[in-house]
Structures are given as C-alpha cells and as structure tokens.
T-cell receptor, first 113, second 113 residues
Framework: SQQGEEDPQALSIQEGENATMNCSYK?????LQWYRQNSGRGLVHLIL?????REKHSGRLRVTLDTSKKSSSLLITASRAADTASYFC?????????????FGKGTKLSVKP | ETGVTQTPRHLVMGMTNKKSLKCEQH?????MYWYKQSAKKPLELMFV???????ENNSVPSRFSPECPNSSHLFLHLHTLQPEDSALYLC????????????FGPGTRLTVL
C-alpha cells in the first residue's frame, strides 16, 4: 500500500517565489528521502533526513520532518525555471522489507519565468 | 549523469515479441532495483537484487523475468507483454540493500502494441 503521499499534486509559481511541498506517511520510518524527476527521466536524490533529525538544509532546499505527525515538507527557496520537475518523497518504513523504498505519487512543480 | 545507464531508452514491441532491458551501474554498488512508473501511479518496486541474489519479487507477473549476472549489470527480460505493461521502467542501484540513497538510470520508455 502507498506509504508516502505528497501534497499538493500540482503547484505553479513564479520564478523567485518559494515552493513548499508536503509529504505524509503512515508507518514508523528510519529515514525519509526527497527525489526530483524531470519529465520522462530518472529520479535524482535530493536529500535524506533521518528519523532523529528535525530539519536539514542543502543549498536552496530545506526539509523538515515531524515524526509525531508523520509528515515532512520540502521548501525550495528563490525558485528558478530549472526547478520545474516532479518531486517525490520516499520512506522505508519499519514494516517494509529491508532496502525497499516506498514512493508517493509526487508533486508536479511548474516554475514560470 | 548518475552513474547508472539504461538501454534502450525507448522500445516499442508487439505482444508476442521478446525483448530485454539492460541496466549497468559504474558506482561499485551491491544492490540493484527495477521499478515501473505508470502515469498517475506511484513508482512501483518490481525486483531487488543484493550481491547478485534476488531478495524481493513484488508479485510481478512471470512475463517479466529479471537477471543479475553480476553486481554491475541487471537485465529485465520481457515476453508476451500486455498493453497495460506500457510504462517507464527505471533501474536503480545503492551501496547495499539498506534503505538509503538510490541512484536511478534515465529509464526505458516501453510501449506495448
């Protein structure tokens, strides 16, 4: 069954604005990851946050994790047209088989120049 | 470039054809994965190999047959597919089978006529 679920399904913003995407999951996790996918291409790993971490930064990316609410958010600051892509969260889940990531359906981000 | 290559990038086949997808990773990883990505559905894990041994078969129909001759190469043999098997097939690798960062190839876009 689906573990992670992103919200919103689609987001359209102007260049320079911030974009926030959310992910909710169902079971306990060891870590949560965010991936990016350009149209028709493979996924690219963005950031991993472990269950004992609350916030993590990487360049213009900021990820938060709230294990009590089973949710995470990905913030992209000062967005650029090149950030246009789909963004997925992935969790492992204590209940899942070792090494298996469970992906959500993704948020499709469109950044207009 | 993620260090994971897939060939072919596009494949059109009839339902009676036999074809194979190839994945190669140049990262020295020990775990490799096949995923299926269909429109408007979450990424679906199909198979997991760890040190050349299959550790996961996610209830995949037998018309999909994986092969992992060594830790660097992964194949997906296809025969008597159905039109609903049309999708983007993604290969990924990771250092080992613990649920940390996975590196994805660009995918093979498969169309079954």
């Amino acid at each position: 069954s689906q573990q992670g679920e992103e919200d919103p399904q689609a987001l359209s913003i102007q260049e320079g604005e911030n974009a926030t995407m959310n992910c909710s999951y169902k079971t306990s996790i060891n870590n949560l990851q965010w991936y990016r996918q350009n149209s028709g291409r493979g996924l690219v790993h963005l950031i991993l946050i472990r269950s004992n971490e609350r916030e993590k930064h990487s360049g213009r990316l900021r990820v938060t994790l709230d294990t009590s609410k089973k949710s995470s958010s990905l913030l992209i600051t000062a967005s650029r047209a090149a950030d246009t892509a789909s963004y997925f969260c992935a969790t492992d889940g204590y209940g899942g088989s070792q090494g298996n990531l469970i992906f959500g359906k993704g948020t499709k981000l469109s950044v207009k120049p | 470039e993620t260090g994971v290559t897939q060939t072919p990038r596009h494949l059109v086949m009839g339902m009676t054809n036999k074809k194979s997808l190839k994945c190669e990773q140049h990262l020295g990883h020990n775990a490799m994965y096949w995923y299926k990505q269909s429109a408007k559905k979450p990424l679906e894990l199909m198979f997991v190999y760890n040190f050349k041994e299959q550790t996961e078969n996610n209830s995949v129909p037998s018309r999909f047959s994986p092969e992992c001759p060594n830790s660097s190469h992964l194949f997906l043999h296809l025969h008597t597919l159905q039109p609903e098997d049309s999708a983007l097939y993604l290969c990924a690798s990771s250092l080992d089978s613990t649920p940390d960062e996975q590196f994805f190839g660009p995918g093979t876009r498969l169309t079954v006529l």
